[in-house]
């Protein structure tokens, strides 16, 4: 298994150190480069994401990213000049973004019940696709468009994987969340193709939610989501939000896929790079943990995929939440009880 | 005062009779025009917004709108045709929704502090503008767009807005909702006109929020938000999201605004028309009354709209939360309350 891992600023290299001492318990033999992109390089050398490291990064088998970004740098740069532009280099279509309560963690909502769902978030088109521009500048007369772009192809790629996850989950449940009531031309064809594709699976029960009303049933009945199909903005801001409700950014893992394999598909913690709390050996490891199962089992490791999801639910099971213990603490618990769940199953 | 009423379909006729009941107890003589819009009139006649209709429309100070909308008609009809088209022709430019926790009123997030913000959502671009398209319907390669149109007009009147009310309020504190990072050009116009407008308000302290933050925020700290002004898309979401953790979209209140006073403004509960409920006395009218109090807070009946909204935050600290009573119970009890605090008042 060869793995690049872009540590990034603030805290990434701190989560990222924790979660390849996790990985390490599963997949002793993993070979893994280091690729310095981030705020850092920006300052040092202007580059971003130079051609050649581009190249080099296609040659592995999945990318693991701790997190970038600065204060020091100007909104936009790093966003669009390296994190979506490897999205859309590596074509990462599937944005997979599971939330999931876990017994033990206490969110915003009180006592919402179990909730466990997993967002399929379009990932290479929509708003994202960074067509627009500015007319007049400067002038009382400005003009500023963005166009959303948006594909039967592209669409078609993602609702056909997010139904196939529906299919493999006990409820068998796929929502559908746009705005078709006013984004008429875009909410047609995304709700034509989840038609279409929903006769290939006769087994998962398809229902529609608005955006707007999607964020009212987060935070009053979250649970009603099983598998959440949608557009990239919408999934930004849903997930951002699912995240919220079930205990924070800190512990949400996501995948950046290209599920035809033609690209390494590239994981990432949901979290920013922190830097107030940068270095101090505070950041929870979590969720870059939780980022490496799901590359796991992207690559076909299901089982160790599966041990390392098991062994974060117990930790947070039985953790002490107010202090659950320094980066590094965490990172080792959760390589021990990784390891012993390796014994206890081998 | 020469109000315009749109009943509309469901619940809408019900929580309109008593805002008018509640209305009648401050301004006595207000004449009201019923008019026949929605689901109902389009089944029988085809018709959504006839001009001849608009253009009596345009002859009142404001207009009250109880709900439209049914499931028998297809999504987007009514929507589109009536509800948009309303703030389109009447360029209603300020969307206007106050969230506000009420003592007694228990949310979804158990006791998160003070809510008490206001949203400025533009409402007559954007995303909302219908610019968009499909090619190649129905094939392989089909393509659909929308285009998000912003103006540097249009953004500056919902900003100057916003900062007029962020002054007049205790916090003098205002929000920026956007995705600054993702789209760039909507995102910079949007940024320079928030700075240079913010020059004739040095009192008001400025803050910016990516929308997926806005909507973590929302839920794990909304007392940060004072006035918050946002795109139109950006705040119909946020603003369902708000409405979620202050009580629900069943106390939430809106005004569509034509600031200059050319075009009467529209006064409207933020909740449907739940044709569940429909015709049975169980509706709660509250959003309905605030949205009374908005609608005289704009047309410079301040002190009636205060009264109204104080006999409102009464009745919620008092009412037992479980059976608030029926339709007209409620009606009944804010009406009352509305006249005695008027003649403690007088
Ligand atoms: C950093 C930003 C470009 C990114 C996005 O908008 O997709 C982030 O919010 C995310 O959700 O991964
Ligand atoms: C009904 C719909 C067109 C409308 C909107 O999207 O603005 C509604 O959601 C609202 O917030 O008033």
Redesign the pocket.
């Known amino acids: 298994m060869r793995l690049a891992v872009i540590p990034g600023d603030g805290i990434g290299p701190e989560v990222v150190a924790e979660a390849l001492k996790v990985l390490g318990e599963v997949v002793p033999n993993a070979e893994t480069t280091n690729y310095d992109l981030g705020a850092s390089r920006w300052h040092a050398t202007g580059e971003l994401l130079p051609e050649s490291v581009l190249g080099e990064l296609r040659q592995h088998d999945a990318i693991l990213l701790g997190a970038v ?1 600065d204060p020091s740098v100007p909104s936009g740069i790093l ?2 000049g390296l ?2 532009r490897l999205r859309f280099e590596l074509d990462h279509h599937v ?1 997979l973004r599971p939330a999931r309560l876990y017994p033990g963690v206490r969110g915003p909502l009180g006592d919402p019940g179990e909730i466990d769902m997993v967002v399929v978030r379009e990932g290479t088109e929509g708003p ?1 696709a960074g067509n627009g521009g500015l007319l007049r500048k400067d002038t009382e007369h400005e003009i500023a468009t963005e166009v959303s772009l948006n594909t039967a192809f592209g669409i078609r790629r993602v609702v056909s994987d997010a139904f196939k996850r529906a299919e493999e989950r006990p409820r068998k449940h796929l929502t559908l969340v746009h705005k078709t009531n006013v984004l008429e031309h875009a909410g047609s064809l995304w709700s034509r193709i989840v038609e279409e594709v929903s006769l290939e699976h006769p087994e998962v029960s398809v229902a529609y939610s608005h955006v707007d009303a999607a964020t009212i049933h987060l935070v009053t009945d979250p649970g009603r989501f099983d598998v959440i199909v949608t557009d ?1 903005l919408f999934g ?1 801001i849903i ?2 939000l699912a995240a919220a409700v079930t205990g924070g950014i800190g512990l949400a893992a ?1 995948g950046n896929l290209d599920i035809t394999g033609r690209n390494p598909s590239m994981f ?1 913690p ?1 979290h ?1 790079s922190a830097p107030d709390i940068a270095g101090q050996n505070l950041a929870d490891p979590t969720a870059a943990v939780l980022s490496v199962s799901l590359l796991l089992d992207h690559l076909g490791e299901k089982e160790a995929a599966r041990r390392i999801e098991a062994s974060v639910a117990f930790d947070l099971a039985t953790r002490d939440q107010a202090s659950p213990g320094s980066t590094q603490a965490i990172g080792d618990r959760l390589a021990a009880l990784v390891s012993s769940n390796a014994r206890q199953a081998g």
């Open positions: 970004g966003e669009r994190l979506l944005n994202y990239n930004d997930t951002d996501s990432e949901v920013g």
